[in-house]
């Protein structure tokens, strides 16, 4: 009685052990995509239905581009303990014991049914082939039958007609069945086949009881450039303001078709490396070489304003959540508007006679620090395109400067006026330089013109520069650059000059005109 006993409950041990461990395939649909501008997370989002004790989660649609399924974010509700998280079944055995799950059943056996209507269809063509081979091989009468030769020919050449044309027909009719059915079988098979866009993991589960769990999993995908941010800079002809009308270039890399899924853009480069940067001993040398840690030209990056900024009230996020739900077949992409920003601007001219003749108009755009700017803006102004401009946030800081163009009803020249060297002493050489700039305003209201020149700047204490009179420029010594504000009247024009002169010993080739000075977009900060 006792051993009866014992055997009754290992037997309710094991049959309750092997309903608590089973697996259960689900396919969450995908519901949020948060698109950075260097790569992609994803988010899944389902109802699960668990029985109580142990049970196996097949994820079987997440996205191929998932680099490790134990880097997916597993959260189920209160009441179910995520064990483990993994690509494969740890036991062999015990995966290839797993019980096959609905729908893998039904496609399997629609397969095994295709295959045996296939080979019924072989079959009967096989047959019909044997019969019109058999007839083919009588067609000659027996000897003997010549006394009676005419019937038995007539019945003969009827049976040959009759039933080759009825065989042929039939094996039109078949052929044309059987490629049909290979056809079905062949996508059948593709449907079995492991789909390469879709990456299946396991989620091992405890519930203490049975019932619904929310699911949602969270992971990231290795994915380039999933979005691009554009940027149309539109200004009117009264100068005021600018609008800023930013769209953006998504495109479904994930290798899932998007059906109503929340896209988030965010416009950063999502750094990988966390880890904190250690500072190199700063050295010094002269041989020349560029492999050491040092700070590079003092004047290769000039910050315009003060240092310490301004506070100011961020205009536009790095985050923009699209309002509405987004449809997208995978490897397909799409536009997506962005909401438009307008700052205030004020229009300025500025005038480089010595690289151009023509005088470009700006717009210098403050509250502009909330942005996130792309690398280049497609520029409209007074309802016309103007050009791309290149933008570059960091070199600015109380006001952002744009560029809108020229503007052909603002005329600059610029004319040598002097040019002589002299000798000083024996050793020495002088040359001096005069020019004139001519600033000329055509427009019917009055324009605030900043005009920039230069004059030469000594690398080397044997040569000497010295400035003449520069009609109240601005001077930056260190770079040799001259600017001069002016306020033209409607039709008003103004003259400027400036001179320099250059001392230099007399056996050195010192080349202080260049001719050959070409420019495709100015940026003076």
Same mark, same amino acid.
């Given at each position: 009685?006792? $051993?009866?006993?014992?055997?009754?409950?290992?037997?309710?041990?094991?049959?309750?052990?092997?309903?608590?461990?089973?697996?259960?395939?689900?396919?969450?649909?995908? =519901?949020?995509?948060?698109?950075?501008?260097?790569?992609?997370?994803?988010?899944?989002?389902?109802?699960?239905?668990?029985?109580?004790?142990?049970?196996?989660?097949?994820?079987?649609?997440?996205?191929?581009?998932?680099?490790?399924?134990?880097?997916?974010?597993?959260?189920?509700?209160?009441?179910?303990?995520?064990?483990? %998280?993994?690509?494969?079944?740890?036991?062999? !055995?015990?995966?290839?014991?797993?019980?096959?799950?609905?729908?893998?059943?039904?496609?399997?056996?629609?397969?095994?049914?295709?295959?045996?209507?296939?080979?019924?269809?072989?079959?009967?063509?096989?047959?019909?082939?044997?019969? $019109?081979?058999?007839?083919?091989?009588?067609?000659?009468?027996?000897?003997?039958?010549?006394?009676?030769?005419?019937?038995?020919?007539?019945?003969?050449?009827?049976?040959?007609?009759?039933?080759?044309?009825?065989?042929?027909?039939?094996?039109?009719?078949?052929?044309?069945?059987?490629?049909?059915?290979?056809?079905?079988?062949?996508?059948?098979?593709? +449907?079995?086949?492991?789909?390469?866009?879709?990456?299946?993991?396991?989620?091992?589960?405890?519930?203490?009881?049975?019932?619904?769990?929310?699911?949602?999993? +969270?992971?990231?995908?290795?994915?380039?450039?999933?979005?691009? /941010?554009?940027?149309?800079?539109?200004?009117?002809?009264?100068? =005021?303001? %600018?609008?800023?009308?930013?769209?953006?270039?998504?495109?479904?890399?994930?290798?899932?078709?998007?059906?109503?899924?929340?896209?988030?853009?965010?416009? &950063?480069? $999502?750094?990988?490396?966390?880890?904190?940067?250690?500072?190199?001993?700063?050295?010094?040398?002269?041989?020349?070489?560029?492999?050491?840690?040092?700070?590079?030209?003092?004047?290769?990056?000039?910050? =315009?304003?003060?240092?310490?900024?301004?506070?100011?009230?961020?205009?536009?996020?790095?985050?923009?959540?699209?309002? !509405?739900?987004?449809?997208? $077949?995978?490897? &397909?992409?799409?536009?997506?508007?962005? /909401?438009?920003?307008?700052?205030?601007?004020?229009?300025?001219?500025?005038?480089?006679?010595?690289?151009?003749?023509?005088?470009?108009?700006?717009?210098?755009?403050?509250?502009?620090?909330?942005?996130?700017?792309?690398?280049?803006?497609?520029?409209?102004?007074?309802?016309?395109?103007?050009?791309?401009?290149?933008?570059?946030?960091?070199?600015?800081?109380?006001?952002?400067?744009?560029?809108?163009?020229?503007?052909?009803?603002?005329?600059?020249?610029?004319? =040598?006026?002097?040019?002589?060297?002299?000798?000083?002493?024996?050793?020495?050489?002088?040359?001096?330089?005069?020019?004139?700039?001519?600033?000329?305003?055509?427009?019917? &209201?009055?324009?605030?013109?900043?005009?920039?020149?230069?004059? /030469?700047?000594?690398?080397?204490?044997?040569?000497?520069?010295?400035?003449?009179?520069?009609?109240?420029?601005?001077?930056?010594?260190?770079?040799?650059?001259?600017?001069?504000?002016?306020?033209?009247?409607?039709?008003?024009?103004?003259?400027?000059?400036?001179?320099?002169?250059?001392?230099? /010993?007399?056996?050195? !080739?010192?080349?202080?005109?260049?001719?050959?000075?070409?420019?495709?977009?100015?940026?003076?900060?």
């Amino acid at each position: 009685m006792r $051993k009866a006993i014992l055997a009754g409950l290992l037997l309710i041990g094991l049959t309750a052990q092997g309903q608590t461990k089973q697996t259960i395939e689900v396919r969450p649909p995908l =519901k949020i995509a948060t698109l950075y501008r260097n790569s992609l997370e994803l988010e899944h989002q389902a109802e699960v239905q668990l029985p109580a004790g142990t049970s196996r989660l097949l994820i079987a649609n997440a996205s191929r581009y998932l680099s490790r399924a134990t880097e997916v974010e597993v959260r189920l509700g209160e009441g179910v303990e995520v064990l483990s %998280v993994g690509e494969e079944v740890e036991d062999e !055995e015990e995966a290839a014991a797993a019980p096959l799950t609905a729908t893998n059943r039904a496609s399997i056996d629609s397969l095994a049914r295709g295959n045996d209507e296939l080979a019924r269809l072989d079959a009967e063509l096989k047959a019909l082939e044997e019969e $019109k081979t058999m007839l083919m091989a009588n067609r000659v009468l027996p000897s003997g039958t010549q006394a009676n030769w005419s019937a038995e020919l007539q019945k003969g050449a009827t049976l040959l007609r009759t039933r080759l044309t009825a065989i042929q027909l039939e094996i039109r009719r078949l052929t044309v069945q059987q490629e049909a059915q290979k056809n079905l079988v062949r996508r059948m098979e593709q +449907r079995n086949r492991p789909d390469e866009q879709v990456k299946p993991f396991y989620v091992m589960v405890r519930t203490r009881q049975a019932g619904t769990f929310p699911l949602r999993l +969270r992971y990231a995908a290795n994915r380039m450039t999933p979005w691009r /941010p554009k940027l149309e800079i539109r200004a009117d002809e009264t100068g =005021k303001t %600018v609008q800023f009308v930013p769209s953006g270039q998504v495109y479904n890399k994930t290798g899932l078709d998007w059906n109503r899924v929340r896209v988030v853009l965010v416009n &950063e480069v $999502k750094e990988v490396d966390i880890s904190k940067p250690a500072m190199e001993p700063w050295t010094l040398d002269s041989d020349g070489r560029d492999d050491h840690i040092g700070e590079g030209r003092v004047d290769a990056f000039v910050v =315009k304003g003060t240092s310490a900024g301004r506070a100011v009230e961020a205009s536009q996020g790095t985050r923009y959540e699209v309002p !509405e739900l987004v449809s997208l $077949k995978a490897g &397909e992409s799409r536009r997506i508007s962005l /909401p438009v920003l307008t700052l205030p601007s004020r229009t300025e001219y500025l005038a480089l006679p010595k690289l151009s003749e023509k005088v470009f108009r700006q717009a210098k755009v403050s509250g502009w620090e909330g942005l996130h700017l792309p690398d280049e803006a497609q520029v409209y102004y007074g309802g016309a395109y103007v050009g791309d401009a290149e933008l570059e946030g960091r070199a600015y800081n109380d006001s952002l400067e744009l560029s809108l163009g020229y503007d052909e009803r603002i005329v600059v020249g610029r004319t =040598k006026l002097e040019d002589y060297s002299r000798n000083v002493g024996s050793q020495k050489r002088k040359v001096h330089l005069t020019y004139e700039l001519n600033v000329r305003n055509l427009r019917p &209201e009055p324009v605030r013109i900043k005009v920039q020149d230069q004059v /030469p700047v000594s690398s080397e204490k044997e040569i000497e520069v010295k400035l003449g009179d520069v009609s109240g420029a601005q001077v930056e010594e260190r770079i040799g650059r001259l600017t001069w504000y002016l306020t033209l009247a409607p039709g008003a024009s103004q003259r400027l000059k400036f001179s320099f002169e250059v001392e230099m /010993p007399k056996d050195k !080739e010192v080349n202080i005109i260049k001719h050959d000075i070409r420019i495709r977009s100015p940026k003076f900060r």
